[in-house]
C-alpha cells in the first residue's frame, strides 16, 4: 500500500470537510471564537484581506456614483413595525437593547437597573433598509434629490442558532448599499447592475466563479418585489449566496415616506434597491481556494503577495543575506506590491510551512547562492514545489507582476472548470432524486415549471434541498437546485 502524503491540515477535505474548514481558519491565524456566543475575533491576518476586499470594492461602487455614509447601530422598534412584511424575515434574529443603565444586584453582580428600562425598545440592525429610508425620506424632496445612491461598511447582528466562522455568525461585517430613483425602469436597472458589480468583482478580484440569476418566490428577500442573486460552488458541491441585490419597488418607500415632487408637481414616492455583500465571502474564498495545506489566497487581495524567506545559517554571511532580502523588498513595495520580510528568529522550514498555510501566493527562497549569484528561488503557493524556479532577482522584479496574474487567472479557471463540471441538467425529479440518493455533488438544473409539483417538493425535502436561483442563462426558464450553506 502506497504512503498517504503528508498534509498541514488535518483532517483533509475528503476526510472531514465541515471541521477541514475549520481547521483551515486555525493554521491560517485568520479567526477564532469570540467569548459571545456565535461571534468571532477576526484576528489581524483575516480582517486584512477583508480590508483589501473593502478597498477594491469600494474603489468599484465609488464608480457607480455610490457614496458612503454612517447610521446608527440602533433602530427605533416602531421603524421596524413600519415595514411588517420586512421585519418577519428577521423577527426570530432580531436581538433587542430594553435597558440603558446597569446597576450592581444583591449578589454583588451587575443587573440591568430596573428603573432605566426604556420606554421603546431599541433593535440592533438586522440591515438597515428603515432607517436609512428614514434620512432618504428628508434628504429627497424633488425629482432633482435623485438618483440618491448612498453605502455603508458596517457591521450587523443577526441571531443565528447554529453559526460557523465567517459563513453564518451572529455579528458579522458587511456593505449595504441603498439606492432611489425616481422611475421603476432606473431601479431595476440599478439592482441588475449593482449584482454584476459583484459578479465581476468576485471574478477580477477573488477569482471565484458564480451562477447569477433570479431569487424564486419563496426564496426571495422579505419585502423585497424582486431578489437578484449570484450562486457559488464550494469544494464539496454545497452552494454558498454569497451576495444579494433587490429591486423593492415602492414598498419601502411607502412604509417610510420616501417622496418626492415629480417635473409636473405631482407627489410619487421613489423606487429603491438595496444590496450587499459580507465576510463571508471570505468563507467562499476557503471552500473554493484552500486545499490540504491551507489556504491559497487570490493574489489581488491577498495581505501578503509575496512573502521574502533568508535562509540563514548563523554564519558571517547573514547579515549579507539579509541585507539582499530587504534590498528586494525594498524595490517590490516600490512597485506596490505587498511584502512581507519573515525576518523572525525561528527555523527556515516553519516559516516555509506557515507562509504555505496562510496561502501567500508567492514564496521566495534566498540563500547563500542565490546572493552571491544575483538570483532568488521562488514557488508560487497555487501549484507548489513544481513551480519552484530560480532566477536572476532584476529578472524577478520585472516579472512579478506578471506571475501574480497568472496565479489569479489559473484560480479562476480552476474555480469555473469546477462551477461548470458539476452542474447537471435533468427533466424530471425522478432523475433529481436518483442523482442526490447515489451522494454525488453538486447542482442540478431542472425546468422552472417543476417547482410547483409535489413530487419534485418531497425529493427537495428528503435531501435537504433548496431551490438556489433561476440563472439568468437560461432566460427564467430553469430552476437551480442544490444543498447550501
Known amino acids: 500500500m502506497s504512503k498517504q502524503a503528508r498534509t498541514a491540515i488535518t483532517p483533509t477535505r475528503a476526510e472531514n470537510f465541515p471541521e477541514w474548514y475549520q481547521q483551515v481558519i486555525k493554521a491560517a491565524d485568520m479567526a477564532e471564537n469570540a467569548p459571545v456566543r456565535g461571534c468571532m475575533i477576526i484576528k489581524p491576518y483575516g480582517y486584512a484581506l477583508w480590508e483589501e476586499m473593502q478597498r477594491v470594492f469600494d474603489r468599484r461602487i465609488k464608480e457607480q456614483g455610490v457614496q458612503n455614509a454612517y447610521f446608527p447601530l440602533l433602530i427605533p422598534m416602531e421603524f421596524m413595525n413600519r415595514e411588517a412584511a420586512h421585519v418577519d424575515g428577521?423577527?426570530?434574529?432580531?436581538?433587542?437593547?430594553?435597558?440603558?443603565?446597569?446597576?450592581?444586584?444583591?449578589?454583588?453582580?451587575?443587573?440591568?437597573?430596573?428603573?432605566?428600562?426604556?420606554?421603546?425598545?431599541?433593535?440592533?440592525?438586522?440591515?438597515?433598509e428603515m432607517i436609512i429610508g428614514d434620512a432618504m425620506a428628508r434628504w429627497v424632496q424633488s425629482y432633482r434629490d435623485l438618483p440618491l445612491k448612498l453605502n455603508q461598511w458596517c457591521n450587523v447582528m443577526r441571531w443565528e442558532m447554529r453559526t460557523r466562522m465567517f459563513l453564518r455568525t451572529s455579528e458579522f461585517l458587511w456593505q449595504e448599499g441603498h439606492n432611489a430613483f425616481a422611475s421603476a425602469e432606473e431601479a431595476r436597472a440599478d439592482s441588475l447592475k449593482m449584482l454584476d458589480e459583484y459578479v465581476k468583482f468576485c471574478e477580477d478580484t477573488l477569482a471565484l466563479?458564480?451562477?447569477?440569476?433570479?431569487?424564486?418566490?419563496?426564496?426571495?428577500?422579505?419585502?423585497?418585489?424582486?431578489?437578484?442573486?449570484f450562486e457559488m460552488m464550494m469544494q464539496d458541491g454545497k452552494a454558498l449566496q454569497?451576495?444579494?441585490?433587490?429591486?423593492?419597488?415602492?414598498?419601502?418607500?411607502?412604509?417610510?415616506?420616501?417622496?418626492?415632487?415629480?417635473?409636473?408637481?405631482?407627489?410619487q414616492y421613489a423606487h429603491t434597491t438595496s444590496w450587499g455583500i459580507s465576510t463571508r465571502l471570505i468563507g467562499a474564498l476557503i471552500m473554493s481556494h484552500a486545499d490540504d495545506d491551507g489556504m491559497i489566497m487570490p493574489p489581488r487581495v491577498a495581505p501578503q503577495q509575496v512573502v521574502i524567506l533568508p535562509v540563514l545559517k548563523d554564519d558571517a554571511e547573514s547579515a549579507a543575506i539579509m541585507t539582499y532580502c530587504e534590498e528586494l523588498a525594498k524595490a517590490l513595495k516600490a512597485k506596490g506590491l505587498r511584502v512581507r520580510l519573515d525576518d523572525r528568529d525561528m527555523r527556515t522550514t516553519d516559516k516555509m510551512w506557515d507562509a504555505v498555510k496562510k496561502g501567500i501566493p508567492v514564496r521566495v527562497e534566498v540563500g547563500q547562492r542565490e546572493k552571491e549569484e544575483g538570483q532568488i528561488t521562488f514557488i508560487?503557493?497555487?501549484?507548489?514545489?513544481?513551480?519552484?524556479?530560480?532566477?536572476?532577482?532584476?529578472?524577478?522584479?520585472?516579472?512579478?507582476?506578471?506571475?501574480?496574474?497568472?496565479?489569479h487567472e489559473a484560480m479562476l479557471a480552476r474555480s469555473k472548470a469546477f462551477c461548470q463540471e458539476n452542474i447537471f441538467t435533468f427533466g424530471t425529479a425522478g432523475e433529481v432524486e436518483e442523482f442526490f440518493a447515489a451522494g454525488k455533488i453538486g447542482f442540478v438544473k431542472v425546468p422552472a415549471a417543476l417547482l410547483g409539483e409535489e413530487k419534485l417538493a418531497t425529493v427537495m425535502g428528503a435531501h435537504s434541498l433548496s431551490a438556489r436561483c433561476l440563472p439568468f442563462s437560461d432566460e427564467g426558464q430553469s430552476v437551480l437546485i442544490g444543498k447550501s450553506y
Open 209 to 229: 466563479a458564480s451562477v447569477a440569476g433570479t431569487k424564486t418566490e419563496d426564496e426571495k428577500f422579505p419585502g423585497a418585489v424582486e431578489t437578484y442573486t
Open 90 to 128: 428577521f423577527a426570530k434574529e432580531c436581538a433587542v437593547v430594553t435597558h440603558h443603565r446597569l446597576e450592581t444586584g444583591p449578589d454583588g453582580n451587575l443587573i440591568p437597573a430596573p428603573t432605566s428600562r426604556l420606554e421603546e425598545p431599541y433593535i440592533i440592525r438586522p440591515t438597515s
Open 380 to 407: 508560487r503557493r497555487d501549484i507548489g514545489r513544481d513551480s519552484k524556479k530560480t532566477i536572476e532577482r532584476s529578472a524577478f522584479i520585472g516579472e512579478i507582476d506578471g506571475v501574480l496574474d497568472d496565479i
Open 242 to 267: 454569497s451576495g444579494t441585490s433587490h429591486y423593492l419597488g415602492q414598498n419601502f418607500a411607502k412604509s417610510i415616506g420616501i417622496k418626492f415632487q415629480d417635473k409636473d408637481g405631482q407627489e
